[in-house]
């Protein structure tokens, strides 16, 4: 499958359907709650039958998703960039320590199309184009750019979902005032008489985050991508591929463990947490007593870095200063290890007594989780294009003759562009979104519905 067989415009509804097994799995529990449901022709069938649309549209992908990760899946990288690239899947390092690793084997932000490898590179001038200097396959001046289908599978069963869970509260608050009035029911146990006002604040804060998110994407399909060789001064998109800077890159070990490396890394973060699980004591108001597990996800520490990189789109390369970027996203975790026992002695004490005393708990697993922009993949980002100074000219040994060799890119916002960095190029970033109308209209009928309980109060 190539990405001249997909259209990149979805138009008004596209029927989305998994493409995971593990997705297919919770899509068929979802419809046979939905059919249960619905053949109750119940109050609680209807509840039963709205949890079952919420989980349809929770595992149903956007509506390109698919799609593109067909085309990846088949597109050929070069050996050398499969070389670099981290073995996927998963690794028993030690069952006697319960000691295992895990790298996604499809990364949502990795290449579509192929990417050119090292190999193909300029090594003596990093500003100079590939071949040609055509730009790079994926660029967004050769595929376009994308648009979701305005309404697909997750939007209308969303839709679906709070429809059906708004008339079923609407029905049992009905029901209880009813007992209410005939002295069946007290009025401080007729315990639906907050929904609306919960629906409805729910509702808001949906909005609001779908409306970020929406500003965030229209940014991104709304500004022009601009090539390296003939960007000005001034904000611009760029899409490219990270290539090393003068600076070189980090090979990151990961809380000093030697064998949890990640080489090759331009900007890093990783986490280290532990497990922690306690014993909860609860008594009901008629006095019984009871226990249960809470167990949760405790950060110990992390830590972060970066080094300037080169952005090159096959036309030319340009420098970005990333450590001037406040917004970043490196997307996925590259790479996952998991533990029954800290690194040494020391860690595992100092943990398993901070989860008793503080927590009143015991460490049950460890997990340290890497994230990181690597050398020779993907990168989107918008940033303020500006001068180079002299003195960094000369220590480049810099004539200033080509214009993309005499400015770098900074993270510095301008009125109506947010400068940030991503990991994945345009058409990555763009193929795993929801439309507007997603994001704004379920929300909106949300907070409608919430109001709209109001009245039965």
């Not at 490898?117 to 100079?128: C, F, I, K, V």
Request: charged share 20%; net charge negative; proline share 6%.
């Amino acid at each position: 499958m190539s990405l001249d067989n997909v259209n990149l415009d979805r138009g008004f509804f596209h029927l989305t359907k998994p493409y995971k097994w593990f997705n297919w799995i919770f899509w068929i529990v979802g419809f046979i709650l939905v059919i249960a449901g619905a053949a109750t022709l119940s109050i609680e069938g209807g509840v039963l039958a709205a949890f079952g649309f919420l989980v349809i549209a929770e595992f149903s992908p956007p509506s390109l998703e698919a799609d593109l990760q067909k085309v990846r899946k088949n597109a050929p990288q070069p050996d050398d960039l499969e070389e670099a690239a981290l073995k996927k899947g998963y690794e028993l390092e030690s069952w006697f320590f319960g000691r295992s690793s895990y790298t996604p084997t499809a990364d949502p932000n990795d290449w579509i199309l192929p990417a050119p490898g090292p190999s193909t590179w300029n090594q003596e001038d990093r500003y100079a184009p590939d071949g040609d200097g055509s730009a790079i396959p994926e660029h967004p001046s050769k595929v376009g750019t994308p648009q979701p289908a305005t309404l697909s599978t997750f939007g209308v069963c969303m839709v679906m979902f709070i429809i059906l869970l708004c008339v079923s509260i609407g029905s049992m608050m009905v029901d209880q005032q009813a007992a209410v009035d005939n002295g069946e029911l007290l009025e401080e146990d007729a315990g639906m008489k907050y929904a609306p006002l919960a629906i409805t604040i729910i509702g808001f804060i949906w909005l609001l985050l779908g409306f970020f998110q929406h500003k965030r994407q229209q940014q991104m399909i709304d500004t022009p991508t601009s090539l390296v060789r003939s960007v000005a001064a001034g904000s611009a998109e760029l899409v490219g591929q990270v290539r090393p800077a003068p600076e070189q890159w980090i090979n990151v070990v990961v809380d000093g463990n030697p064998n949890r490396m990640i080489p090759g890394c331009v900007d890093f973060r990783w986490e280290y947490e532990v497990y922690v699980c306690r014993q909860v004591t609860s008594t009901d108001s008629e006095g019984n007593t009871t226990t249960r597990e809470e167990c949760n996800w405790q950060s110990v520490r992390s830590d972060s870095g970066y080094v300037p990189f080169m952005l090159h789109d096959g036309t030319g390369g340009i420098r970005v200063e990333s450590g001037s970027f406040k917004r970043k996203d490196l997307g996925n975790y590259v790479k996952m290890w998991t533990s029954s026992h800290a690194d040494t002695l020391r860690d595992h004490f100092q943990t398993e007594f901070a989860a008793r005393l503080f927590r009143n708990g015991d460490v049950r697993k460890h997990r340290w989780t890497a994230y990181a922009l690597r050398i020779g993949n993907p990168v989107y980002l918008l940033g303020m294009v500006k001068p180079r100074s002299r003195a960094e000219l000369d220590a480049e040994q810099i004539d200033g003759t080509v214009g993309h060799t005499t400015i770098s890119v900074h993270g510095e916002d301008t009125p109506g562009m947010k400068a940030n960095i991503q990991r994945g190029t345009e058409l990555a970033n763009l193929g795993s979104i929801r439309s507007s109308a997603e994001l704004l209209i379920m929300p909106i009928v949300c907070v409608l519905c919430g109001i709209a309980l109001f009245a039965l109060l």
